[in-house]
């Protein structure tokens, strides 16, 4: 909607490759074998949904994750990227599509899918054999990101012994959205906001963040001075939301750079 056609090639093209070239194949039932690429497994609600699991060229005989939630732009730049930058420091990565599977058009109405989706995921990727279970992170960009705070709720019961060691959401919209009272106290949760987001207000973010300190949970709050919604993109548009109004999005590639490396630290220290 706010691209050009060249836009919109680039945007399939990496939507493709985060998917493993947007092919179809038969659910699986576990990772057991070391399956890697796209990947098919059974959600919450009985539907076969899909991922994108790739390994670190190095790292040892048990990985670190990142499981990679998308915003309601579907699957793109952002998980492509932060994908990469991950796995240079020795992280596997799963990027789920909750879109594609169910035939859903990215930006076309209500968004489908939610944090189901991401704790059956976590289920599926921790029977790999190279995956540690219990170092595995979640991160999420806007309406994905809200989806990352709801998985805080995952116990151990529902992660079958496991639970997230760190939930990382990138700018959500904190005015409808809030850290979940129930949940593993000990799992640590960071929320990304910039001054100019136009989604909702950095005052909005601290006091969902404040709330949850409140409440016993291990998360904190970086506010980015001048970041827009989308600084991470790769992309500028300013567009009537039907929700939220008028909405700008904007690329800043120098604090990209800042939120990369204060992630990182995060879910390292996490782990």
């Not at 540690?132 to 806007?142: E, H, Y």
Request: charged letters at 20%.
């Amino acid at each position: 909607m706010f691209e050009s056609l060249t836009g919109r090639v680039v945007a399939l093209t990496l939507m493709c490759a985060a998917i493993a070239g947007c092919q179809t194949t038969q659910k699986m039932t576990d990772l057991s074998k070391g399956e890697t690429g796209y990947v098919a497994y059974e959600g919450y609600g009985g539907e076969t949904l899909t991922a994108n699991l790739q390994l670190p060229e190095a790292g040892g005989s048990k990985l670190p994750a990142v499981i990679l939630v998308h915003g309601s732009g579907g699957i793109g730049y952002r998980e492509a990227t932060w994908g990469e930058f991950f796995r240079s420091h020795g992280y596997a990565t799963m990027v789920i599509d909750m879109f594609g599977p169910r035939g859903f058009t990215p930006m076309s109405g209500k968004n489908v899918g939610g944090y189901d989706d991401v704790i059956d995921a976590f289920n599926m990727l921790r029977t790999h054999p190279r995956i540690d279970p219990d170092r595995v992170a979640v991160m999420g960009w806007s309406w994905g990101a809200g989806i990352t705070l709801s998985s805080a709720v995952m116990t151990e019961g529902r992660g079958k012994g496991h639970t997230f060691k760190a939930h990382v959401s990138m700018y959500p919209v904190c005015g409808v959205n809030a850290v979940p009272y129930a949940g593993p106290k000990d799992a640590k949760i960071l929320v990304v906001i910039g001054t100019k987001d136009t989604y909702t207000k950095d005052w909005q973010c601290k006091q969902i963040v404040d709330k949850g300190v409140e409440d016993g949970r291990d998360v904190r709050l970086i506010v980015y001075e001048g970041a827009y919604h989308g600084f991470d993109g790769n992309k500028s548009a300013t567009f009537n939301h039907l929700a939220f109004g008028q909405q700008t999005i904007r690329p800043n590639a120098e604090i990209t750079k800042r939120a990369r490396a204060d992630v990182l630290g995060f879910i390292q220290n996490a782990m």
